[in-house]
């Protein structure tokens, strides 16, 4: 049996500062690295397998979606040969990965996060011009990307320290956890630092290793991820970086007797997909693959007709076109009781009127373009078909396809609770607005979707927000604040139904979907 664990001592946890850019200081350092950033563009990057670069025949370009016209970064694709190699290095490196002490890896992790934070800008600087993030948002992904790293770095601290047993006469007992294997980590574009930096190092403290499969519009961000990784000494072949489509190349990674866990964020569909692809017990396989799951959402917020009014408008707004709405907690619905329907309409279009809309790389844009062609061309889908209905479109709905992919903030009013774009996601800036006789209809109506993840209630009621507690099945319920803006550490965050395996990322829970726990007993007179 081991002997009892070294401490290893840190500081708690805090949350990486959010850059205020009223300030002149801070406006000028973030010029500077969209500049640095710029000029960094269009460049050929490669796959990494065992720290090795790999070239292969076939190509995709990463474009700026507020201006297709400018290449982010040129990579190569990976084939399902490639993945199955990279599987592979991936499971001879674990198994002497697997072996290093939890605080050592952490310690990689500290070290990542300090070296992230001190290139903050630039990091973020890259979401600017690859996903189309304003100043703000790009900010907050990149802090939120440091604050996993600090955050699993402490949790596997706690993981890998003793743990509590009950004593009994004679024996001597420990329980220790242990990592899974090989995971495949296919993040999405929407949070193309933070969600793959957490999806990733989580699985690399745990003693795991990885073959990381960035989103095809996000490949840039990742591999310079990837590469401070390699700055920072982490071991060659702990995490491999592969781009290319999912169907072929992203199922063979999934189907790999030898990959032992999936960790994946995205659309439903993809989701499903995956889970039933990795319950097919292939030849060789000596386990039940295990698979971690974050699929999308219908969030609702509730405005209650004992709302702050103003309040609530600033929080539907912020909800629902923060990043374009492309988040998976964006508020997509606004289910307002009908008492106060007219003046809660009257005040947010007046905060909407407000939005700027154009290239991010301008510090003055609220709003910047969707992330690709496909996904504006299905947005003006929905809105029309919200209009055919029944639904009354009383702002936006019209496009600018002319450089870039822009969708005009869109507000649709008079949408009943089964329409299509009451019950499908969208993922973009399209809200719709329902009216609700009572706030009993109003939880009725937040309850009807297959999704559960984000949601919110705005009312002065202190019964009506106890009931939502029993209620409103959610695995993030917010009350008199926006339904977005999770923190490490403070809002762990996963969703029920067909929102995910409710993962909770940045929570306590969340290392122990990558490991396994061992007993021991031994003996002793």
């Known amino acids: 049996m081991a002997g009892k664990k070294k401490t290893v001592k840190v500081s708690p946890f805090k949350n990486e500062p959010m850059t205020d850019f009223s300030k002149p200081a801070n406006r000028k350092a973030f010029e500077k690295a969209l500049k640095t950033v ?17 070239r292969t025949n076939h190509t995709m370009k990463s474009l700026n979606p507020a201006n297709r016209e400018q290449v982010i970064g040129v990579f190569f694709d990976a084939n399902e040969e490639l993945a199955n190699k990279a599987v592979e290095i991936a499971h001879e490196r674990f198994l002497k990965w697997r072996t290093v002490p939890a605080a050592k890896r952490a310690q990689y992790l500290f070290k990542a996060a300090n070296l992230m934070r001190k290139r903050k800008h630039e990091f973020s600087a890259w979401m600017v011009y690859e996903v189309g993030k304003s100043w703000a948002e790009a900010d907050g992904d990149t802090a939120e990307a440091i604050d996993f790293m600090e955050f699993y770095g402490r949790e596997m601290l706690r993981y890998g320290a003793d743990q509590p047993l009950t004593k009994v006469p004679n024996e001597k007992n420990e329980l220790v956890y242990i990592p899974l294997g090989v995971g495949a980590v296919i993040p999405p574009w929407n949070f193309p630092l933070a969600i793959m930096v957490g999806m990733t190092t989580a699985a690399v403290v745990t003693g795991n290793t990885v073959v990381l499969k960035p989103s095809s519009d996000s490949p840039t961000i990742a591999y310079k991820f990837v590469e401070l990784l390699e700055e920072v000494g982490l071991p060659k072949g702990v995490v491999n970086f592969l781009p290319g489509p999912g169907s072929g190349m992203g199922d063979a990674l999934v189907k790999h007797p030898k990959t032992r866990f999936i960790a994946f964020t995205g659309s439903k569909a993809v989701g499903l997909h ?211 803006g999770a923190l490490v550490g403070v809002h762990p965050f996963g969703g029920f139904n067909m929102s995910g395996t409710d993962s909770k990322a940045g929570g306590r829970d969340y290392l122990l979907l990558f490991l396994q726990a061992k007993a021991m007993s031994e003996k002793v007179k």
């Not at 710029?38 to 790999?54: A, H, M, P, T, V």
């Not at 029944?390 to 019209?398: A, K, L, S, Y």
């Not at 396809?401 to 774009?421: A, L, R």
Request: glycine share 8%; aromatic share 8%.
């Open 38 to 54: 710029e000029s960094q563009l269009g460049k050929e990057y490669n796959l990494i397998i065992n720290g090795d670069r790999i």
């Open 274 to 484: 995956i889970n039933k692809t990795a319950a097919e017990t292939q030849s060789g396989q000596l386990w039940i693959k295990r698979v971690v799951a974050e699929m999308g959402g219908k969030d609702s917020i509730i405005v209650d007709n004992e709302a702050d009014l103003d309040k609530a408008a600033e929080g539907v707004l912020a909800s629902a076109f923060g990043f374009q709405g492309q988040k998976c907690s964006a508020c997509s619905r606004a289910i307002v009781v009908e008492s106060v329907h007219e003046k809660f309409m009257s005040k947010l279009l007046e905060r909407a009127k407000k939005l700027t809309i154009g290239d991010p790389t301008n510090y003055t844009n609220y709003m910047g373009p969707v992330i690709n062609e496909k996904a504006m061309k299905s947005m003006m889908w929905y809105i029309d078909k919200a209009k055919q209905e029944g639904g009354e479109i009383v702002f936006g709905g019209t496009n600018d396809d002319k450089i870039g992919n822009f969708v005009m903030p869109t507000i649709v009013d008079n949408v009943k609770p089964k329409d299509t774009i009451s019950q499908e996601e969208i993922f973009g800036p399209v809200l719709a607005v329902i009216k609700a006789k009572n706030y009993d209809e109003a939880l009725d109506i937040a309850n009807n979707t297959e999704y559960g993840l984000t949601g919110a209630v705005y009312s002065k009621n202190r019964k009506k927000l106890e009931r939502a507690k029993e209620e409103f099945h959610v695995g993030n319920l917010y009350f008199n604040r926006k339904c977005t």
